[in-house]
Nanobody
């Protein structure tokens, strides 16, 4: 079982990034997936979630209207489109298989001018 995130980096405030999480080793289409983030000195927090079929999504209040979670079950991949990024969005972003102990290794997102 493996989750591999990619797409992080350094971006200026107001910019955009698209994170990807490639899954393998389990039946991806059977599981809801989520993105979480952890900023320095803070606890890990949920950012967004998506149902197994992709028909239902949910977001933290802090990212509503700016972030969009989606998935492609044919590619075993879940995405997080992040727009209008703010310095407070700086964190390590993790992909997670809901209801399991499966976590990715994380990808760093830094929002700074």
């Amino acid at each position: 079982v493996q989750l591999v995130e990619s797409g992080g980096g350094l971006v200026q405030p107001g910019g955009s990034l698209r994170l990807s999480c490639a899954a393998s080793g389990f039946t991806f289409s059977s599981y809801a997936m989520s993105w979480h983030r952890q900023a320095p000195g803070k606890e890990r927090e949920p950012v967004a979630g998506i149902s197994s079929a992709g028909s239902s999504t949910n977001y933290a209040d802090s990212v509503k209207g700016r972030f969009t979670i989606s998935r492609d079950n044919a590619k075993n991949t879940v995405y997080l489109q992040m727009n209008s990024l703010k310095p407070d969005d700086t964190a390590v972003y993790y992909c997670h298989t809901v209801g399991t102990r499966n976590w990715g290794q994380g990808t760093q997102v830094t929002v700074s001018s």
